[in-house]
């Protein structure tokens, strides 16, 4: 994105500089907010004297506007510059759309948070409240601060003299959510709890060396440690977990170069945030809390762009761990509604995170004091190969027909603290839609004395453990198949009995149930029944009778381990089930609820579910809860090859026919 002056006001939602001449298109009104209009957004607030100076802001955002307000993608068919992509005039309401500024702050002396609707359109504040009885998520300035208070803290120099560790700078800190775990001393406070590690040489892996049995619980609001456990030493463990290049040992020198040439440039089409290729049609936006969003997904057919999906995301990012001492059993994370995944997310290299002809993104974010920074080549748009799209031999003719498939990937990738979760997008010509995470970086380490093992982790170093524990990505699709009023049915595959109309007993066949209200709607996967689900729309019929529809199909997946009392398990409730639909609300948006930091348990999906809101034929929101298990190995340490997991999104009845029939053979002359 290029730098703007935005000067809010502009009866036409167009960007003016501080002159008044226009510098740019109008906005789309689902482009993320750019820097101008982040700063734009904090100046009304300060101006309006709703702000002190002491408030640290969580995220400024873009206030999505109402589905009404917004059309899908332009058909390929029509004309359409960049400027008229951009603007939006291809959807003559798409330019009187106010643009709004959605921004969460903490005012810490309060120990408050608040919410605000900024309108930058007519630069006024549109709404304001104190978000009663919540936490606040940690502010990437506030984990940081953490770190010094911890270090700097008397009772921790004890502790880690202690140990016999004297150069305090080399601990590494890491702020932890302690959930529903504070002391009831603490019960009124902003804290999180501590791991520490160190670095015995600058460029050690910290995990290598964890510190045991000492931590601190910070209060955030006053950036103070409030107090300091010691649960006695165990020694540091020998071993350095050093994985650069540097350090690694001899390194291979027998890969022969690679190289991928797209000598006429790539096959898509970016206008602003919106892109086109092969028959797709999608927005990107991004956010502080869930990174990457993708808006109106739909696919070009006969002239027209049929909706798919109205909007994605990963909504929750939640890891449990297995080992039960104390504190060890304190470990767990909600990355995205403790912290935000978008805050985290990496700056990436041509060549190393993604392959060919790439196309980089910049986002823009709002750092603590409410000034906007930049994330330089945030989300990779690229194209793959990805080997066979389909193939027929006719031997009597000796004819083949063979088609390579390719696809789109769209991903970023975000570092939590020792993890990397990479998180990709494929589109296909076949008019399916895959999402993957590879989950790579550093398993979490706890010291053990020499000799000893425990069954709630795996020794992957001398005195090194790394618990065993589990990733769920909860994944957020608004889903809008053929239009916004859809039905999902779960399809499970039976064995006919054996009888009259079974006389061989080979018989089976899909059994397909809608799922009508909430309560029905809570389901987990069966792949020994072939088990997926369904989203259509029964207000369309294909040209073969069908309702058309997209199915999701589960890939290799897993349940919570924790016990349904465990507090942990209250608070994730969304992770003991891997389909949940909703009926669409604007303001249900994250599964664990707003503000998970310090919840006891029960917001989101629980709270809202309860209602057994009627869910066929209308507005629905998919929930696909996503679980990786990991099982440590010890060829995870130092750091791990990437992990995978992910599902699929198919049309079924969506087309009449293979949507990929008329994709050219490879120029070849042998194809
Ligand atoms: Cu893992």
Partial sequence: MVARQHVAGDDDGSLRAADGRRVGPARHPLDPLDAGEIRAAVEILRRE??????????????????????????????PSTDQAANAGQSDPRAAAVPREAFVVLLE?????????????????????????????????????????????????????????????????????????????????????????????????????????????????????????????????????????????????????????????????????????????????????????????????????????IWRASVAELFIPYADPRPFQGWRNAFDIGEYGIGIMTNSLQLGCDCLGEIRYFDVELADQNGEPYTIRQAICLHEEDSGLLWKHFDAALQ?????????????????????????????????????????????????????EASEFGTVVAPQTLAAHHQHFLSLRLDMAVDGLRNTVYEVDTEAVPPGPANPLGNAFRPVKRPLRRESEAQRVIDPLRGRHWLVANPGHRSGLGHEPAYKLIPGSNVLAFSHPDAPVTQRAAFATKHLWVTPYQPDERFPAGDYPNQHPGGAGLPAWTKADRPIENTDIVLWYTLGAHHITRPEDWPVMPADRAGFTLKPAGFFDRNPALDVAPSPSPHC
């Fill in 49 to 78: 004297r709703l702000v002190t100076p002491a408030a640290r802001f969580v995220s400024v955002s873009l206030n999505e506007p109402a589905k009404d307000q917004i059309a899908f993608a332009v058909p390929v068919g029509r």
């Fill in 108 to 308: 810490p002396r309060q120990h408050a948070t608040y919410e605000a609707v900024v309108s930058l359109t007519t630069s006024s504040v549109s709404s304001w409240r104190l978000v009663p009885d919540v936490r606040g998520p940690v502010t990437l300035a506030e984990y940081a601060e953490c770190e010094r208070v911890t270090r700097s803290d008397p009772q921790v120099r004890a502790g880690l003299e202690r140990r016999g560790l004297t150069a305090p700078e080399q601990v590494l800190v890491e702020a932890w959510g302690i959930g529903s775990f504070a002391a009831p001393e603490d019960a009124g406070r902003r804290v999180v709890w501590t791991l520490l590690f160190y670095r015995e040489r600058p460029d050690d892996n910290p995990y290598a060396k964890p510190i045991y049995g000492l931590h601190a619980i910070v209060d955030l609001d006053e950036m103070a440690v409030v107090r300091v456990e010691d649960l006695g030493a165990v020694p540091l463990p020998p071993g350095s977990g050093a994985y650069a290049a540097s350090r690694a040992g001899p390194l291979r020198d027998d890969l022969s170069p690679l190289g991928i040439v797209q000598p006429q440039g790539p096959g898509f089409d970016v206008r602003g945030w919106e892109i086109r290729w092969q028959r797709w049609r999608l927005r990107l936006g991004f956010t502080a809390r869930e990174g990457l969003v993708l808006h109106t997904i739909g696919y070009e057919d006969g002239g027209r762009v049929r909706p798919v």
């Fill in 399 to 451: 004819t083949t027909e063979t088609r390579r498939s390719r696809r789109l990937v769209i991903s970023f990738i975000i570092t939590a603290g020792n993890y990397e979760y990479a998180i990709y997008w494929y589109f296909y010509q076949d008019a399916s839609i895959e999402f993957e995470v590879k989950l790579t970086g550093i398993v979490l380490t706890s010291a053990v004395a020499p000799g």
